[in-house]
């Protein structure tokens, strides 16, 4: 199974829980991940609002970020971007990116984001879903 990952997804990656476990035994569970250097960036933006939901300091920050690398291999947009103009036809403006690559890859999504099932031609894996089919 190959998915794309979703930032809400990779921010649960800092504590842990079944996302991380999830993650770290990924490639032993048959999955491969990827996600757009976006998202990357976006927990880096936000690693304020990580550090207090995750407990930890900046400096786990940046190791467990490290290792969170380890698992998914990340692509930069300009890798995606002749997908973007369909992407834009199934959601919002910064959901583009996540939606272009997994058309790019022919792969579904792994996000808890509700909206994202509003559309049909991708399909998408909630962390329960994932939980369910896993274990």
Known sequence: MQLVVDTNILVSFF????VRSIIMNSASLGIKLFTPELTIDELK?????????SKI??????????DLTK????????????????AKKLV?????????????LSCAIWS??????QQSK???FSTRDMIELLF
């Open 57 to 66: 300091n900046s400096a786990r920050f940046n190791e467990i970020l490290s």
């Open 71 to 86: 698992f998914i291999e990340v692509f930069p947009k300009q890798s995606f971007r002749g997908f973007e103009s369909e």
């Open 112 to 117: 808890n984001e509700p909206s994202f099932k």
């Open 92 to 104: 919002h403006d910064k959901d583009i990116p996540l939606f272009a690559l997994a058309l790019k």
């Open 122 to 124: 991708i399909p998408v």
């Open 45 to 53: 933006k936000n690693e304020s609002d990580v550090l207090k939901y």
């Open 15 to 18: 504590r842990p829980n079944p």
